[in-house]
């Protein structure tokens, strides 16, 4: 008796309708618009590349005493605006002509391409490996992250002590808000706000991450042995679950960081200043 499920004779055939595939004539059976979220989450990683790559190419209106853009810290080259008091690591020399924030986005970059969910987001978004669940992917086989260059994707545990780095400077930035323009201290305006929310979403991200999370409560075989961190990691652990969440969240607020300092620098207005 057929039951419908046999091994497809298509054995030249490739993605749903594999050998190993069960015999079922249609591509899948979902029929809700499954499609809209790998299509929403393309298009918005993709108005992300898009806007971050004018930005890092600009090099121009990145500084707005006392606001320095998230994408041009730390400035590791000597072309960069002299930031009183500011990120500015001259280890790069002159030889260096194109922008300095080509020299750092490769951290916190290197750190959200090879992060969990952004592989889950892009993979499905541009590369429909699979496009949704219960919908096959189309390619003809499947090798997972053991060839390159998605091999490279391991290396992520490594990128996360980098992004911390690059936090740390960025937090230094968030403190560096509250001059005014003049860099006398005390002062807060509409950039220190719109910091200070940037950088709570950048540490909420980063300490989500899973690699985080293994560093903290990873290869303990007793964890009443070690109260702090399991109690560390239970907190790590709560924020994990939101970490789709924090990773959209401060994708869209270092960019909004990085638009608000180019509209001052380029005299768009002037920082609303609270006191």
Not at 225 to 247: C, D, Q, S
């Amino acid at each position: 008796m057929a039951t419908g499920t046999e091994p497809s004779s298509h054995t030249g055939a490739t993605g749903v309708h594999t050998a190993s595939r069960a015999a079922i004539p249609a591509r899948h059976l979902r029929t809700d618009r499954w499609w809209l979220a790998p299509a929403c989450t393309a298009a918005g990683l993709l108005a992300f590349i898009v806007y971050s790559t004018w930005r890092a190419f600009a090099n121009a209106d990145y500084y707005h005493a006392p606001y320095v853009s998230p994408f041009y810290s730390p400035c590791l080259a000597e072309n960069c605006h002299t930031m009183r008091g500011g990120p500015n690591w001259e280890i790069f020399g002159s030889w260096w002509g194109l922008s300095p924030a080509l020299l750092i986005l490769i951290f916190p970059l290197g750190f959200r391409l090879t992060c969990y969910y952004y592989r889950k987001a892009y993979y499905r978004g541009f590369w429909a490996s699979p496009p949704a669940c219960a919908v096959a992917e189309p390619h003809k086989k499947y090798t997972g992250e053991t060839r390159f260059p998605l091999i490279l994707q391991n290396i992520h545990r490594y990128f996360f002590y980098f992004a911390v780095l690059v936090a740390g400077v960025l937090t230094y930035d968030t403190a560096l808000t509250f001059r005014d323009e003049h860099y006398a201290w005390g002062h807060m305006g509409l950039g220190t706000l719109i910091f200070l929310v940037n950088i709570v979403l950048i540490w909420a991200y980063t300490v989500s991450c899973h690699s985080c999370r293994h560093i903290v409560g990873g290869r303990l075989k007793h964890f009443s042995k070690h109260p702090v961190r399991y109690r560390l990691w239970g907190w790590i652990g709560k924020l994990n679950e939101r970490h789709m969440l924090l990773a959209w969240s401060s994708l869209v607020s270092v960019a909004v960081a990085d638009f608000y300092v180019f509209l001052l620098a380029s005299g768009a207005f002037p920082d609303p200043r609270f006191f």
